[in-house]
């Protein structure tokens, strides 16, 4: 890869991380539980316009910085990275932002959920019921996704900000 394409991408990276970092606690209450939409829309955002490696990535890293400062849980790693990895592998397969946001409904909402289950009784101690996260991620990454929908929807913005930073 050329090194002006590279560093590119690393710069929209290191934003979006920035994003999902400073922004990831802002949160609203939903049906008893906490839509927190920024990690969802930065995963589907990144993983359109970088790619799944790029999302898993990041998802990673915004995951570790949050926990480091103390806004995070280890919950974050299953439902971010393979919801983020998800959907970069969906949108990457079928060219197709709806194909990328399913993919991180999917890989949160459920797969992540589920796999958050063991974290949070074998690690953290907490006694949950197998399905008990599904409902809070899912909701939390339809409301993420669809601000990531619509934000990559208007062809100005996507065509005009993301033309800079990708090649």
């Known amino acids: ?3 002006k ?19 990831g606690t802002f949160s609203i209450p939903i049906f008893g539980a906490r839509m927190s939409p920024v990690q969802h829309f930065v995963n589907v955002v990144t993983a359109v316009t ?18 480091i400062l103390g806004t ?9 990275m393979i919801g983020a990895f998800l ?17 991180e ?10 796999v958050a289950y063991p974290i949070s009784t074998l ?5 949950v019921a197998l399905f008990a996260y599904v409902i809070p991620f899912c909701i939390s ?12 929807k208007i062809s100005t913005v996507r065509k005009v900000l993301f033309s800079f930073f990708i090649d």
């Open 5 to 23: 394409g590279l560093s590119k991408k690393l710069a929209l990276s290191g934003v979006l991380i920035a994003i999902a970092t400073i922004l």
């Open 123 to 127: 690690i953290l101690g907490k006694e």
């Open 72 to 80: 995070g849980s280890l919950l974050a790693f299953p439902g971010s």
């Open 141 to 152: 990454c339809i409301g993420g996704g669809i601000i990531a929908y619509t934000f990559l």
């Open 1 to 3: 890869m050329e090194k």
């Open 50 to 67: 970088l790619g799944p490696g790029y999302a898993l990535g990041n998802a990673f890293i915004a995951s570790t910085l949050r926990n």
């Open 105 to 114: 409904i999917i890989g949160t909402g459920f797969i992540g959920a589920l």
């Open 87 to 103: 959907s970069g592998v969906l949108y990457k397969k079928f060219n197709n932002i709806e194909a990328g946001l399913l993919g």
